[in-house]
C-alpha cells in the first residue's frame, strides 16, 4: 500500500466474493441493466456454466475465476494501488461535499471497498463493504465510491435519527439519496466533474442542496 493513508476507505480485492459475484448474477438481468453479461464478458467460457447443474456450475466458475487472478494478479495489484492513491486525492473532497449537504460528518469508522473484475455494483450496508469494478477509470471510480459512501450516510443516519422508516423504505431512499445528491451542483463543484449514473431504475429526485430538503421530501410518495 502506498504511504498516503485514507481514513475512510479499506480498499482490497477479494477473489472469494467475486466468485460468490458471479455464481448469484450468472445469467441475471433487471430492467436495462444485465449483470449476467457482465460476467460472460470478463469470462466468456462461463456461457456454458447457465445450462450446467450443479456443482459443476459452481467447481466451473471457481476454476475460470482462480485462473484469472493468477493469469493477471500483478496487473489487478497495481490498478488497486493505483486507485487507493486516486482514492486519496479526493478524499478530503468527500469531507467538503459531506460538509455541504448535512450538518453531521461521515460516521467513524473505515468502509471496505472489494475492488471487482465483474462490474456489478454490489453494496453490503450491514458489513459497510461494496463492490466496484477495477476497470473503471478515475472519475467513474470516483463517482462509484461516492454513491455508496452516500448510501452508507444515509442509511447511518436514518437508522439513527429517522427510525420512521422501515428496513424497504430506508434501502430505498438510501439508494434514492445517493443518486440524487451525485448529482447536485454541489458534487460537480466539489469533485471538478460530473458524475457518472450508477443505479438504473432510480430517477432523481427534484434537485436538493442539504439532506433535510430530502427528508422532508420523503414524506410524500410522489416525490420518488
Not at 496487473?75 to 479526493?90: G, N, P, Q
Not at 460538509?99 to 461521515?106: A, G, L, R, V
Not at 455494483?121 to 467513474?140: M, P, T, Y
Amino acid at each position: 500500500m502506498s504511504n498516503a493513508k485514507s481514513s475512510i476507505l479499506d480498499i482490497r480485492l477479494n477473489k472469494e466474493l467475486d466468485k460468490k459475484t458471479a455464481e448469484h448474477f450468472l445469467g441475471f438481468s433487471f430492467g436495462n441493466l444485465n449483470i449476467g453479461n457482465c460476467i460472460t464478458y470478463v469470462l466468456p467460457k462461463l456461457e456454458v456454466a447457465l445450462v450446467m447443474t450443479q456443482p459443476k456450475r459452481t467447481r466451473l466458475i471457481s476454476k475460470e475465476v482462480d485462473d484469472f487472478y493468477a493469469t493477471f494478479n500483478e496487473e489487478l495489484e497495481e490498478k488497486k494501488e493505483e486507485l487507493y492513491k486516486v482514492w486519496v486525492r479526493y478524499e478530503k473532497r468527500f469531507e467538503k461535499f459531506i460538509s455541504k449537504i448535512s450538518n453531521k460528518p461521515f460516521p467513524l469508522g473505515k468502509v471496505t471497498v472489494y475492488l471487482s473484475i465483474f462490474d456489478s455494483g454490489n453494496n453490503f450496508l450491514d458489513n459497510k463493504s461494496f463492490q466496484v469494478w477495477i476497470g473503471k477509470k478515475d472519475e467513474e471510480f470516483i463517482s462509484s465510491v461516492v454513491f455508496e459512501l452516500l448510501c452508507f450516510y444515509f442509511d447511518a443516519y436514518a437508522k439513527k435519527y429517522l427510525k420512521k422508516f422501515s428496513d424497504d423504505e430506508r434501502w430505498h431512499l438510501t439508494e434514492q439519496f445517493a443518486n440524487t445528491f451525485t448529482h447536485t451542483v454541489a458534487f460537480e463543484k466539489t469533485f471538478g466533474f460530473k458524475a457518472q449514473a450508477d443505479v438504473p431504475g432510480f430517477g432523481l429526485m427534484s434537485p436538493f442542496s442539504h439532506i433535510d430538503e430530502f427528508i422532508d421530501a420523503s414524506d410524500y410518495p410522489d416525490q420518488f
